[in-house]
């Protein structure tokens, strides 16, 4: 059973940012860097991942588990801080950072990925700007959830 908990982020946006789109922690190791794979198969992986890649700053389940909700995962940042801006809110709180966690073995890194991204649409909708991180890094397949604190 997945556990989720949710807090405030108060001071800089980005560095919370930085850390859930970790590239170490958010690509698939059994893709990228596989020791056990042959320099072909390697090719043929890479010629996947950028055929699975596209132009609007998520990737689908090959290279990196990091999905823009409202936003664009590569954007992400900025276009969190138009958004305050445009309001006038740009109070202590700048955003929450959440983190739904599974028991190792209990999902894969793409089914974890979309329940995670299902979760972030059905929780905030089509109003906040979010970003859902996949991290690989641990035994336990973890997301985590930037929240832009204003819609």
């Known amino acids: 059973m997945a556990v989720t908990k949710i807090w405030k982020i108060e001071g800089w946006l980005g560095d919370s940012l930085i850390y859930i789109e970790n590239p170490e922690k958010t690509r698939n190791p059994m893709v990228v860097g596989n020791p056990n794979l042959e320099k072909s198969q390697y090719q043929a992986m890479d010629d996947v991942i950028e055929y699975a890649s596209n132009d609007d700053g998520e990737y689908h389940g090959m290279e990196r ?87």
């Open 65 to 151: 588990f990091v999905t823009g909700v409202n936003c664009s995962a590569d954007t992400a940042r900025a276009e969190m801080i138009a958004t305050k801006e445009a309001f006038g809110k740009n109070d202590s709180i700048c955003g929450y950072h959440g983190i739904q966690s599974f028991m190792p073995g209990e999902v894969t890194p793409e089914i974890a990925h979309e329940i995670g991204v299902k979760l972030a649409q059905k929780m905030w909708g089509d109003h906040f700007q979010i970003v859902v991180a996949t991290h690989l890094d641990h035994d336990h397949i973890h997301n985590h959830f930037i929240v832009n604190s204003v819609a």
